[in-house]
């Protein structure tokens, strides 16, 4: 999965959301070069204005087909406040490809929605993944991301009335830096300006069965090394044990279809939820 931020002259900022699916969720299309139906890799930048461009690729021959589109017919659906989904979970878990899922889904029912990803600022990202910093220097960098993260992006998108995906929140700090040896209630300390999100998915996933998935990689990072994983998933479960009204837990195990129909079920249930408050 690749997922990358683009901004463009005029400084909007695009969602650009590589996803590489299986048969059971992308179908096959016909490619005029190799004269045969194949399985293409798909990419969708979803940009603020609520359009999607969906591109298709040929593993052999490149692009092949291009489609722009509309999510949503008139007006889009807005939620008063708004609502800020987090997908958290292992690295492996696939919430890069989940969120681009939601995201296609909430946009063809009506909805308004913004797709983000922690870490956020490239230049703060390189310094995390590069260096082998002190654990107490790596919650300061993520805090100041997700800071500029939400003043720029999120908090504005929710004041719209929009549903906000993001992968990754501050939840991710509480369960990988706390497994650097970080006390959590420093982690809430330095992210105390930071708006927690309305609801958790916690895509859980056995760490043996997320290195399979992180062997297809060209390269690792220092965060996704076994050992370290055994302790962040411990974590992450834990913070949904103590936190039950805010997460809720899925067996990221499976397929992507099968991890997909439970995100989307649970997503459904809290969308009815609040218009019945509503009402």
């Known amino acids: ?34 004269g045969d139906y194949i399985t293409p890799k798909i990419e969708r930048t979803a940009t603020p204005t609520g359009e999607l461009i969906i591109e298709y690729y040929c593993p052999r021959h490149g692009l092949i087909k291009t489609e722009k589109k509309k999510n949503y017919g008139g007006n889009p659906v807005k939620i008063p ?79 719209e009335g929009k549903i906000v995906i993001s992968d990754r929140t501050l939840y991710a ?43 297809n990689r060209s390269s690792l990072t220092r965060f996704e090394d076994p050992t370290y994983m055994y302790r962040v998933r411990e974590k992450y479960l834990k913070l949904a044990e103590e936190e039950k009204d805010k997460f809720i837990v899925l067996d990221a195990s499976g397929t992507i279809e099968e991890v997909y129909t439970q995100l989307v079920d649970k997503v459904e249930e809290i969308l009815q939820n609040l218009k019945a408050n509503k009402t």
């Open 1 to 34: 999965i690749l997922h990358n931020i683009v901004i463009q002259e005029n400084y909007k900022i695009e969602v650009v959301i590589t996803s590489y699916m299986n048969q059971s969720v992308g179908e096959k299309i016909f490619c005029p070069h190799c």
């Open 81 to 159: 406040g708004g609502l800020y989904i987090a997908l958290e979970g292992i690295d492996g878990s696939g919430k890069t490809t989940q969120a681009s899922l939601l995201y296609e889904y909430l946009t063809n029912k009506g909805y308004s929605v913004i797709v983000v990803r922690e870490p956020w600022v490239q230049a703060i990202k390189e310094v995390l993944y590069k260096y082998n910093l002190d654990v107490e220097a790596e919650v300061y960098l993520f805090a100041a991301d997700r800071i500029i993260l939400q003043r720029e992006i999120v908090l504005p998108a929710l004041s």
């Open 173 to 215: 700090s509480l369960a990988y830096q706390s497994s650097r040896g970080a006390d959590q209630d420093f982690i809430r300390r330095v992210n105390k300006f930071v708006k927690p999100p309305d609801i958790v998915f916690l895509l859980d996933i056995p760490v043996e069965k997320a290195m399979e998935r992180l062997r």
